[in-house]
């Protein structure tokens, strides 16, 4: 039973357009969200997050929305750049017991071409 | 150092075999944590700690797997009688306090042939 999905395994995107990545959530408990970068042969990158209280958070060229009435949040990049290719994850924690384990959606590979 | 090592980076063993999976966390970081990363998947939580003690091994799959962390720092995953199941990648993770960012080391792909 998945609790975070990521429906699209892969994206593939202009340089310098705007990339979307998706990601909805099953549990109502989760109410802190993480967007995480990866590479091969690394470990995840912490990219920005998002509490439940807020419905948007931006840092640089990457901004995360979150929908909690459709439990749905989004990763938006732009201008997105070559760099930017690698698997994006989605993951999510809740409150009270159990709220530093992350739930990690299966990811989603981002390719931007130049 | 300035961030999560694991060590080896990777490790071939045989069925039935016993390993061990260290992780050196960012300095200064009371909870670590370890995942489980099998292909095609994301990170599955198998284990927390804060400071020297397993706050929630909930997520350890069945008790040949094991991690201490004696001294509040280093971490060791221990795993008998390897099974072809459990190759996966192993990350850890280490957080301030109980911040709810984690910063993870680059893993260690482990293969039981």
């Known amino acids: 039973d998945q609790q975070v999905k990521q429906n699209s395994p892969s994206l593939s995107v202009q340089e310098g357009r705007i990339s979307i990545l998706n990601c909805d959530y099953t549990n109502s408990m989760f109410d802190y969200f993480l967007w995480y970068k990866k590479y091969p042969a690394e470990g995840p990158t912490f990219l920005i997050s998002i509490s439940s209280i807020k419905d948007k958070n931006e840092d640089g060229r990457f901004t995360v929305f979150l929908n909690k009435s459709a439990k749905h949040l989004s990763l938006h990049i732009v201008p997105s750049q070559p760099g930017d290719s690698a698997v994006y994850f989605c993951a999510a924690s809740g409150s009270g017991a159990g709220s530093y384990q992350l739930t990690f959606g299966k990811g989603t590979k981002l390719s931007v071409i130049p | 150092g300035a961030g999560v090592s694991q060590t080896p980076s990777n490790k071939v063993t045989e069925k039935g075999k016993y390993v061990e999976l260290r992780c050196d966390p960012i300095?200064?970081?009371?909870?670590l944590y370890w995942y489980r990363q099998s292909l095609g998947q994301g990170p599955e939580f198998l284990i927390y700690?804060?400071?020297?003690?397993?706050?929630?091994d909930s997520g350890l799959p069945n008790d040949r797997f094991f991690a201490v962390r004696p001294e509040g720092s280093v971490s060791t995953l221990k795993i008998q009688r390897t099974e072809r199941g459990d190759s996966a990648v192993y990350l850890c993770?280490?957080?301030?306090?109980?911040?709810?960012?984690?910063?993870f080391g680059p893993g260690t792909r482990l293969t039981v042939l």
């Open positions: 300095s200064g970081h009371t909870a």
């Open positions: 993770a280490s957080s301030q306090g109980t911040s709810m960012e984690q910063f």
């Open positions: 700690f804060q400071g020297t003690g397993a706050a929630d």
